[in-house]
């Protein structure tokens, strides 16, 4: 057996060192990946369970006035034009979240997911308003 002392040795310490080396930073940067995945996944769980908590449950039921989201498609939306249509009337409720709606104006029925839905609540009272004008003060 020869020694890597030996000058006609195959295998000398300055070949294997860098070998060795290599491989301690390959393995390093194996666990960095490993740690980064691990962290990403918890993270994404997180942001998931974050996410269902802030979603709000829709309870609809038949005869509740609701608004319709307006879906069509526009290149060029005007800013002040309203997303919602409506009011509507519950008239059915399905079981896999399709709802039947009445429209108020022209009567007509259709079917909706319930994810295009809003409840649709009445502007508020307003009251007269009392106007009091002040006078100027005596110097």
């Not at 030996?6 to 060795?20: A, F």
């Not at 998931?48 to 526009?74: D, E, M, P």
């Amino acid at each position: 057996m020869k020694f890597p002392d030996e000058p006609d040795s195959l295998c000398t310490l300055s070949i294997i060192e860098p070998i060795v080396q290599e491989v301690f930073e390959l393995d390093c940067k194996n666990k960095l990946e490993e740690d980064f995945l691990d962290n990403l996944e918890i993270e994404d769980k997180e942001t998931k369970v974050l996410h269902y908590a802030r979603i709000s449950k829709k309870n609809f039921t038949v005869g509740q006035k609701v608004l319709l989201q307006h879906s069509k498609l526009k290149f060029f939306p005007g800013k002040l034009r309203s997303r919602w249509l409506g009011p509507h009337v519950i008239t059915k409720i399905f079981a896999h979240g399709a709802v039947e709606i009445q429209s108020l104006k022209t009567n007509n029925t259709f079917k909706v997911n319930d994810h295009q839905l809003k409840e649709y609540r009445k502007g508020f009272q307003t009251e007269p308003v009392e106007i009091m004008y002040l006078e100027d003060p005596i110097l």
